[in-house]
C-alpha cells in the first residue's frame, strides 16, 4: 500500500491527462511524475532521509500535492503546516517532530523568515512561490531544475506518511501519525464508498494542510481524475472554476453550499457539469438541502464524519438518504452509517459498549485508525485503549447502525449533576431570528460546579436581552439546559477548518480552575 | 485489516439479517457469528496456536464459510483442500505446510479416512457432514456446542490468512501464502471497483478451496450481503435459488452462462432478480454475450482476470463496456484495466519494461500480491523479482492501459526459433466445425527444439483427418504455427477451476527431455 501508487498508474494509463491545475499551471500525469520524481531527488539532496519530515507553509496550490507526493517518493514525511496559526505555534510543531526543511510560499515567506529564529530543528527553508527567492531561500524551481528524477522510495504499508497537527479546540496541538497503509485504505474505502463514472474533474478548495484536503485530493488522484486546486474558497472564483473547468466534484462545509447558491452572481455561471457534492464538519439542514438540490439539479450529495486521527472519514451518508421521502428528516440529522473499512461502537467512561440508542462515547476501529500522536505515548495509548480509537465526541447509534453524534465529550456540561449537550442548547438559541451564531459552553459555577453559558452572535440589526433569551430556551428545554449567563460578541473563533474553537471561548474563564476531560 | 471486520460489522448494523444459506441452513450475522467464536474456541481447543494452518477437504457449504472466519478469529491460517486432488497430493499438501487439524464432509470422509496413513502431520480429523461422525473423527457440530465463544484474535495486515495449492497446471503444487492485507485490500478494491446498489443477494458456485470463490464469497460478506451456497454449479440447481433467493450476483465462467442459457428449462424459473453477472477464466464471445444479454435482459456484465498470487483480481472489464458499441468488440477481447489496487506492466525475459503494443510478460504490483510461496523461497524469489509478480502469463497494454493476455508464457512454443503462441492456433482450430475442444503444446522435436502440437475432442459424430486440419490452419496461419503432429481424444485434463491442464498434456512427451521455462 503506497500512496505514490496513482502516480505510477497515471502515468501508464493516461500519461497525457491532466493530473494537476492552478495558478495557471497545468500538468499532465507524465509531467506531473517528473516533477515528483525531481523533488523527491532535491529534498534528498538536502538530506532527507527516509522517514524524515518535511514541512509545507503555502496557500493551496499545484506545488501542495507535489509536496505530498514527492515526499514520499523520496522516502520522507509530511507535515503540513496550518497557516492559521502563529510563528510560535508553527515553530512548536516544527520542533516536535523535528522537521528541518520548510517549503514556503510568497504569501507566508515574511513569516517563514521569523520561524529559524524561533524553531531550533529548521534548517532550510525553500521558497516556492513566484519570483525569486528570498534571501535566506532556496528556490523550489531552481532545485527542481537541477535535481536528478529519483526513483520512487516504496514507502508503504505501516511506514508513516503524515504528521498533521490537530488541536485548536482542546488546547495543545497534537502531532497525528497516519501510516502510508492509513490514506491508502481511507482512500479506497472512500472510493468504495461514493463510486463514480469515469471521467469526472475534482475541484479542491479545502486547505490542503487540514486532512480532508489531503484526503480529498489523494481520492481524486486515484481516480484518476484531474484535480483543480483553488487557494481558497471565494465565491466568484468556485463558481467560475466550475464553468471554465467542468467540475465534477466538490467538497465544501455546508455554510460554503449557502454562500454560493445565495451568491448574487451565482446564475451567471454554467454549472451543468457538476455531479457531486460531498460535505463535512457539520450536518446540512432540510431548507438548505432542497434549495441546493434546486440550485443543482441532478446533483448528488453526500455527508462525511471523521476526523484526523481516522485519515479522516468513518461514516457517511449517501445520495439515496439525501433524496426527499419518509427517513430524508432523520437520516439528515444522523452522520450516517460506517464506511467499508470502519466499524463504530458506543462506550461507557469504563469503555463498556453500550447499547442501540444510548449516548456514550463514539469509538471507532479499522485500518484507518491513526498510528498514534507523535511523542506522546500517554495521550495515544489513553486514545486507543482497547484497539479503539476514542473520538471524544458523544453519540449513539440506531438499530441500523446510523450514527447520531451528539456533542463533543469535552464540550459536554455537567451542571448540579445533570449533563448538558451543548448541541441541544445551541439548537434552541438557533431558532431566535435574532441569532447569526452561537456557542454554548460550561464555565465554572461555585454552586453548580459548570453552569451553561451562551455566547451569541446577533444579525446585524438584531436586538436582543437575557430576559427574552431565557424565556425562548425555557419554551423548549428543561431549566437546567437554559443558559444563566450571556455574553455577545462580533464574531466565534473558528478554526483553519470552519470548527468553533470552543477551548478559546473557555479558556479566559477556566484560568485557575481545574475541569475534568472527557 | 482483519478480514473477521464483516461479521463484527454485521452484528452491529444488521444482526437479524441472513449472511450464510445453504444445505437448508440459513443464519443470520448474529447466529453467524456465534458459531465462529465458538469455532475458533473448539479450534484453540484442539490445540491450534496462533497462525497454525487448519485444513477442509469439503464441498462447499456454510460450513465453508464458517470455515474462513472460524479459523481466524481463532488466530490460525486457512489451507482450504482441491477436492479433486487424490488423497497422495492431499497429503502431500498437508505436510507441505504442516496441516494438523482437517474438517471433512460426507462427501469426502472416506478419501479422508485414508490421510492419516499418507499425511505425517495430520493427527485431528473433524467430520462437518450430517448424522454421526465417523469412527477416528471428531464432530464439528458436538465441538461447537462444547466450545466457549471465544473473542476475535484480530490476526491482521502482514499476519498469514491462507496457504491456498495452485499448480496443476504447471506441474508440483505451491502454496501460495495471501495474508489479511492481501484479500482485505482486494475484496475492498472490488467493491471500489463495482459498486452495488444495496439489497443485493449473492449466489457462490464457484469452489470456496479456489481463490475465486473465496474472494466472491468474502467481498459479499464485506457489502454484508447474504451468501447462497452452492455445493456446485449445476443449471437446474441454480436457476432455482435465483428463483427461490431473488438472487442479484452471479459469478459464473463463460461456459457455465452458455449452459445456463442453453438449458432446456431455462424459461421455467424467474431470474427477474438478477442485476449483475460476473465471470472469470476466459473472455467471452460476442455472440454469447448478444445471447445472455437478451437472456437476462438489463442484467450487468463484468469481467474479471487474476490468478491465486494476486488475491485474485488484477484487472476488470466493466459492465459499460460490455454494451454494444463500437469499442465493445475491442474491451471484450481484452482483460481490461487495472483494478484501483493494482498495477501493470510487461516486460521483456531481461525485466525491462515494454512500450505500449509489445507482448511480454504480464506483471504486477500492488498490496493484493502474495507473500510468497510456502517453503519454496527460490520460486518465491523468482516470481517476486523487482518488486513485481511475474505472472506467466504474457500479453501486452494497449495506450489507455487495457491488457490483452496472448497466452501463458510457458504454453508459448518456441518452434525453429519462432514464438508461437498456442490460443492463437488454438483459436484457428476452434474455427472447425468438427472441433468440440482442442488443445496445442509444444513437444521436443529433433529437428525443431519444439514441433507444434494439437489435441482435439471431436463433437459427437464429427469426421476430421489431420489433412483437412493441416489445410484449415494454413488459410489462416503461417505454416511454422501450423500443428505438424496431431492427436484425437474423448476429453481434455481441466482443472477443478476448469483451466486446461497443459502440463498433463506435455509431460508423456517430455518425460526425459528438459523444456526451457517461462
Wanted: proline share 6%; hydrophobic share 40%; net charge negative.
Amino acid at each position: 500500500m503506497y500512496l505514490t501508487q496513482c502516480v505510477h498508474k497515471g502515468v501508464r494509463q493516461c500519461p497525457q491527462a491532466v493530473a494537476v491545475v492552478g495558478q495557471g499551471l497545468r500538468w499532465t500525469f507524465a509531467q506531473f511524475q517528473d516533477r515528483v520524481a525531481r523533488l523527491a531527488g532535491a529534498l534528498q539532496g538536502l538530506g532527507m532521509q527516509a522517514g524524515d519530515r518535511v514541512g509545507m507553509l503555502a496557500q493551496n496550490g499545484v506545488r501542495s500535492v507535489e509536496f505530498f507526493q514527492g515526499t514520499w517518493w523520496g522516502g520522507g514525511v509530511v507535515n503540513p503546516v496550518n497557516t492559521r496559526w502563529s510563528a510560535r505555534e508553527i515553530a512548536y510543531s516544527l520542533d516536535d517532530c523535528d522537521t528541518r526543511i520548510l517549503l514556503v510560499d510568497a504569501h507566508f515567506a515574511a513569516l517563514a523568515a521569523t520561524l529559524p529564529g524561533l524553531s531550533a530543528s529548521l534548517q532550510t527553508l525553500v521558497y516556492c512561490g513566484e519570483g525569486p527567492a528570498p534571501t535566506g531561500m532556496l528556490s523550489y524551481e531552481a532545485l527542481l531544475a537541477a535535481a536528478p528524477a529519483v526513483p520512487d522510495a516504496l514507502r508503504q504499508g505501516d511506514d508513516l506518511a503524515a504528521v498533521m497537527y490537530t488541536g485548536g479546540t482542546t488546547g495543545q496541538p497534537k502531532g497525528v501519525m497516519l501510516s502510508q497503509a492509513n490514506f491508502y485504505t481511507g482512500t479506497l474505502s472512500g472510493i468504495a464508498a461514493s463510486p463514480r463514472r469515469p471521467g469526472g474533474v475534482g475541484l479542491v478548495v479545502s486547505p490542503l494542510f487540514h486532512v480532508a484536503g489531503c484526503a480529498l485530493s489523494l481520492q481524486l488522484m486515484r481516480r484518476l481524475f484531474p484535480q483543480v486546486i483553488l487557494p481558497a474558497f471565494e465565491e466568484v472564483q468556485v463558481l467560475q472554476t466550475l464553468q471554465d473547468e467542468g467540475v465534477t466534484e466538490l467538497f465544501l462545509v455546508p455554510t460554503m453550499v449557502k454562500r454560493l447558491i445565495e451568491h448574487p452572481r451565482f446564475a451567471d455561471f454554467d454549472r451543468s457539469s457538476l455531479r457531486n457534492i460531498s460535505y463535512g464538519a457539520a450536518p446540512i439542514d432540510a431548507t438548505l438541502l432542497s434549495q441546493a438540490m434546486a440550485a443543482f439539479p441532478g446533483v448528488q450529495f453526500s455527508q462525511s464524519y471523521g476526523m484526523t486521527e481516522l485519515s479522516p472519514t468513518v461514516s457517511t451518508v449517501g445520495p439515496d438518504e439525501h433524496l426527499p421521502g419518509p427517513d430524508q428528516a432523520r437520516w439528515l440529522r444522523s452522520a450516517g452509517r460506517a464506511v467499508p473499512i470502519a466499524e463504530l461502537r458506543i462506550v461507557d467512561p469504563e469503555d463498556r459498549e453500550l447499547p442501540t440508542g444510548q449516548i456514550g462515547e463514539i469509538c471507532a476501529r479499522g485500518p484507518m485508525v491513526m498510528q498514534g500522536y507523535w511523542n506522546k505515548p500517554a495521550e495515544t495509548a489513553e486514545a486507543l485503549r482497547g484497539g479503539w480509537l476514542h473520538t471524544g465526541d458523544s453519540g449513539y447509534l440506531d438499530e441500523e447502525g446510523y450514527l447520531y453524534v451528539v456533542d463533543r465529550i469535552k464540550d459536554m456540561i455537567v451542571s448540579g449533576g445533570e449533563n448538558v449537550y451543548s448541541a441541544e442548547v445551541e439548537n434552541v438559541l438557533a431558532r431566535l431570528p435574532q441569532v447569526s451564531m452561537c456557542a454554548v459552553i460550561g464555565v465554572p459555577d461555585a454552586r453548580w460546579g459548570e453552569r451553561v453559558h451562551a455566547v451569541i452572535v446577533l444579525r446585524p440589526g438584531a436586538v436582543l436581552d437575557e430576559a427574552h433569551i431565557a424565556a425562548h430556551c425555557r419554551a423548549f428545554i428543561a431549566g437546567y439546559k437554559c443558559p444563566r449567563s450571556v455574553e455577545f460578541r462580533t464574531e466565534l473563533p473558528l478554526s483553519a477548518a470552519g470548527k468553533l474553537l470552543k477551548f478559546n471561548l473557555r479558556e479566559p474563564y477556566w484560568a485557575g480552575h481545574s475541569r475534568r476531560v472527557g
